[in-house]
């Protein structure tokens, strides 16, 4: 059971980056949960409106259960709570998730749960500022923020419906963008106050969030039929397709991820809240693809072709998904490939796949111009499912064999050191020890 009532809290990091790990705990895995519902519910509004009031409706909705997740990650990545008081916090936290689920769509339901969870959130950051003396001066900005984003929440409560979005958009403009500002620029606080987060953490997150985006559009595909008949080859073939293109999209954001010394939350103030940025559009991107897949899937159980339409959400959604892994991996490794220590051949095969890397997003864009100059609204969802399967794996062949020959060539490491003899190939260890002889 439980050893206290409250406790007082301790801090995830230090600003030395000389911390110990910290894993996701049980409580926002069970958080997780509710965000695979969140997502459940985001993308069947995105495939009941295909148009461009539905895209950006979609990216709204996903933004306000993105932030809302961000809340608490970013409190917990700080701060570590396990007192019963904080679970009792973190129950209404939960309550107003899954209010906001239930409800669906903007109105008086889901302000409701939007309360809830900045009011929950409130209140730790509240047991923060009485139980720990060092963290009051950056808690103190956090409650100043909540409250003011709590008063409107509440004002739009009495005012007409026509104002419940913008709304919700100031107020999501002040946590995905005002917060961070004040933070990166320092402004009420002194030198010395602020509290980091713990990169680790914030990372496994991250990626926690990624898998369970994913993980919605993996529901969408591999359901039980209750009808044997639907069990065909084609389908199965089709599964098959769908899950590899599932996996890759997953293992293009994962291999990016480098080392804790390496991050971009590390590297820089600018970098780390670029990196927490760039996962705002990341989400519905790859939500995207799930919903692009189910529409895939209904075609095959239909056996009716794919529309030209459905096929570009299928490859736009792909290629905004890499664009913004390819942004990622620029604040992670920009400046750092090629190193100052490379020679000028291995410089200019790194600048060339810079450019191919940064191209890459542009590719599936001309897979599906090639398939609907071919086929129009004909298209076999089978042949969709394959090209873009084959693109994925083609990709992560290129890169895996360019990077294993930059590593073979002793190139491809992330210290920005000069490499050692041990790690250059014998050709260039033998032609150093000749010249320093020499």
């Known amino acids: 059971m439980l050893r206290s009532v409250w406790s007082q809290p301790s801090l995830s990091a230090d600003w030395s980056g000389d911390y110990d790990e910290k894993s996701a705990e049980w409580f926002e895995l069970f958080l997780d949960l509710l965000m695979v519902t969140a997502c459940s519910s985001v993308a069947e509004t995105l495939k009941e409106d295909l148009t461009l009031h539905g895209l950006i409706y979609f990216v709204f909705l996903t933004s306000a259960y993105t932030v809302s997740w961000t809340l608490y990650t970013g409190f917990h990545a700080r701060f570590n709570e396990k007192s019963l008081l904080h679970y009792l916090f973190l129950y209404v936290w939960l309550v107003g998730l899954g209010g906001m689920v239930l409800a669906g769509e903007p109105g008086v339901t889901f302000t409701i749960g939007l309360i809830l969870i900045r009011a929950a959130q409130l209140m730790m950051y509240s047991a923060v500022y009485f139980l720990l003396r060092r963290a009051r001066p950056q808690a103190f900005i956090d409650i100043v923020f909540l409250s003011v984003n709590l008063g409107i929440l509440c004002i739009s409560l009495l005012l007409p419906s026509s104002w419940t979005i913008p709304c919700y958009v100031v107020v999501l403009l002040l946590e995905a963008f005002g917060r961070l500002i004040v933070a990166e620029r320092q402004w009420f606080l002194k030198p010395g106050h602020s509290l980091p987060a713990n990169i680790d953490h914030m990372n496994e997150r991250y990626g926690c969030l990624v898998m369970v985006v994913l993980g919605e559009s993996i529901v969408s ?83 009716k072709p794919l529309l030209a339409s459905h096929t570009w959400w299928l490859f736009s959604s792909i290629a905004a998904s890499m664009a913004i892994m390819v942004i990622i991996r620029l604040l992670h490794f920009g400046g750092r490939h090629p190193s100052s220590f490379d020679p000028i051949h291995i410089k200019r095969i790194k600048y060339v796949w810079w450019a191919v890397i940064c191209a890459s997003p542009l590719f599936p864009l001309i897979c599906a111009a090639s398939l609907v100059s071919a086929s129009g609204d004909s298209i076999d969802p089978i042949h969709a499912l394959v090209v873009a399967t084959a693109f994925n794996v083609a990709w992560i062949l290129a890169e895996s064999a360019m990077m294993h020959q930059l590593l073979k060539l002793g190139y491809g490491q992330l210290s920005g050191e000069e490499p050692t003899e041990s790690s250059q190939p014998k050709e260039t260890s033998r032609l150093l020890a000749s010249q320093s002889q020499e």
């Open 221 to 303: 595909i591999i359901i039980n039929f209750h009808d044997p008949a639907l069990l065909t080859l084609r389908v199965f073939f089709m599964m098959h397709l769908a899950l590899l293109v599932i996996f890759s999209m997953a293992l293009f954001y994962f291999t990016i991820q480098p080392p804790r010394e390496f991050h971009a939350m590390r590297r820089s103030r600018y970098t780390g809240i670029a990196f927490g940025w760039m996962h705002l559009p990341l989400f519905p991107s790859l939500l995207a693809i799930g919903v692009s897949l189910k529409l895939v899937t209904a075609a095959v159980l239909a056996d």
